[in-house]
């Protein structure tokens, strides 16, 4: 027995490591606007070769070029929440390469769609528990809650 855990041991720490750094970001622009900015980044900021592209799906594979070194890679772009907010989530994976690779490329997308399209349109405003009531019921209950109010100004 103890024969055998040891030889699992040995077996585990002898496999090679995987690099599976993948690095994800968030962007509060339309989805439109983060898959052509990323298309344009890669193609022709970069000029990396792209290999396959579907918009609907919201993925790229291409070839991240280096010194003459190719090696593929992949974009994730899918829309998203959070909270009531709709966001895009870009992913990139390019397993081959340190994850700061990844990192320095959602870095210049944001730095991209900032320079393109403005700053992100503004989260929506909370709304107060009450006044979602207000708005489920009926409009006279939501006056007369605020006709009182309006009439207490000093």
């Known amino acids: 027995m103890r024969r055998l855990l040891l030889v699992l041991l040995a077996l585990v720490f002898a496999a090679p490591p995987t690099a599976d750094a993948r690095r994800s970001d968030s962007h509060a622009y339309r989805y439109d ?19 396959d592209r579907d918009e609907n799906l919201g993925y790229v594979l291409f070839d991240y070029v280096d010194g003459g070194r190719s090696v593929p890679g992949s974009f994730e772009v899918v829309r998203t929440r959070q909270g009531e907010r709709e966001v895009v989530r870009v992913t990139v994976n390019i397993p081959a390469m340190p ?51 309006r009439g207490r100004r000093r």
Do not use: H, N
């Open 33 to 51: 606007q983060v898959w052509s900015a990323s298309l344009r980044l890669l193609r022709v900021d970069y000029g990396f070769p792209l290999r």
């Open 99 to 149: 994850s700061y690779v990844e990192r320095m490329i959602l870095d210049k997308l944001q730095r991209k769609l900032r320079e393109e399209y403005g700053e992100p349109l503004p989260a929506p405003p909370r709304r107060e528990p009450s006044e979602e009531r207000g708005a489920e019921g009926d409009d006279a209950s939501a006056d007369e809650e605020e006709a009182p109010a």
